[in-house]
């Protein structure tokens, strides 16, 4: 379908601007009137992401992948980055917290385990990661349900039904959080299917905008709502399920429409590719500067730059460092 091409054309410029969506909303960068607004809701570039990587593993899976090289890939893209940085967190971080021996061991396996923010172990690094590796672990269960059923709208409807399930059961708990994502994650996962198309192109862009309108509506009214609403039931994500889809395919249509000037589009695609390193450095970098009490904006503004900018550094680093690994690791006739 034509609007599935110009998402997945245009991934890493949609990565680009949902990380510098996510690095704005961490920072305490006060604009008055739009800017606040869109800060306060910035934490819709995660599901940017997690839309973005639902439909990347459906396509990935769909090519046969095996489950060996699926999780081998996922692995090879995420530890090199994620597991030095968190190391190096670990043994800077974790004796300023004044940790009992008991607390510091949980802790330190919750993170190097991916599982610290789902059982709440002290001090996860971050909820993001342990939910990223979550879904990378039940995606194949998804593509297997979805893939093969003869009827993938009523496997579709069945797999929402249950995260809504799910939800329910986490209702007042921290895990709230990531559990609300897993809607947007089915659906990025519906989205890279195959679908026989029998609507106009203008029916299906109604649909994407009524469903950008209601999830607006709904996350305006539960900002007024209160904390209640917004924390303990989820409100503060769910909407962005209707609204993500939508986003990412009228992003990807201007910048289809923008292609004639597509070399500026560069800088974004750069970003996007750094994505992943921006982010786990933001985490670091905003824990640092907010337990420094930095609170003007030109310094928030210089520590933006300077989270992006490392995050460019340190991705060129990791992939050149992997390159190497596996070309040695290939010549010595290991699989990689």
Excluded at 48 to 65: A, K, P, V, W
Excluded at 109 to 117: D, E, H, I, K, Q
Excluded at 224 to 249: E, S
Excluded at 289 to 316: M, P, R
Aim: net charge positive; aromatic share 14%; hydrophobic share 55%.
């Amino acid at each position: 379908m034509e609007h599935r091409q110009w998402v997945s054309r245009y991934r890493e410029e949609l990565k680009g601007i949902a990380i510098l969506w996510v690095v704005y909303f961490h920072s305490k960068l006060l604009l008055p009137g739009a800017w606040d607004t869109l800060r306060a809701i910035g934490y819709g570039g995660v599901d940017i992401f997690l839309f973005l990587m639902g439909m990347g593993l459906f396509r990935s899976l769909s090519r046969g992948e095996e489950l060996r090289g699926y999780a081998t890939r996922r692995l090879w893209r995420v530890l090199p980055a994620y597991l030095p940085l968190l190391l190096t967190w670990m043994a800077i971080m974790y004796p300023t917290y004044n940790l009992s021996t008991v607390q510091a061991a949980r802790g330190v396996a919750g993170n190097l385990f991916m599982v610290g923010y789902w059982i709440q172990t002290p001090k996860v690094f971050n909820w993001y990661a342990n939910a990223q590796f979550l879904f990378y672990l039940i995606a194949p269960l998804c593509f297997a349900l979805l893939a093969r059923s003869k009827r993938p709208v009523y496997m579709l409807c069945t797999l929402l039904a249950f995260s809504a399930g799910v939800g329910i059961a986490h209702i007042g708990l921290p895990q709230m959080m990531a559990v609300s994502r897993l809607p947007i994650f089915l659906l990025g996962m519906a989205f890279g299917m195959e679908w026989p198309v029998r609507a106009r192109r203008g029916v299906m862009r109604m649909v994407y905008l009524l469903a950008l309108v209601a999830g607006l509506g709904l996350l305006l009214y539960s900002l007024r709502a209160g904390d209640g609403l917004l924390i303990d039931y989820g409100m503060y994500w769910y909407p962005f399920a209707l609204i993500t889809p939508a986003l990412c395919v009228g992003i990807s249509y201007l910048f289809h429409k923008l292609e004639r000037i597509a070399p500026l589009f560069m800088p974004l695609r750069v970003i996007g590719q750094s994505s992943f390193e921006i982010y786990i450095l933001n985490i670091w970098m905003v824990e640092v500067a907010k337990a420094q009490g930095v609170t003007d904006a030109w310094s928030w503004i210089g520590l933006c730059v300077a989270n992006i900018l490392l995050g460019i550094g340190y991705h060129t680093l990791v992939t050149l460092g992997v390159r190497t690994v596996r070309a040695k690791l290939t010549k010595a006739g290991t699989p990689a």
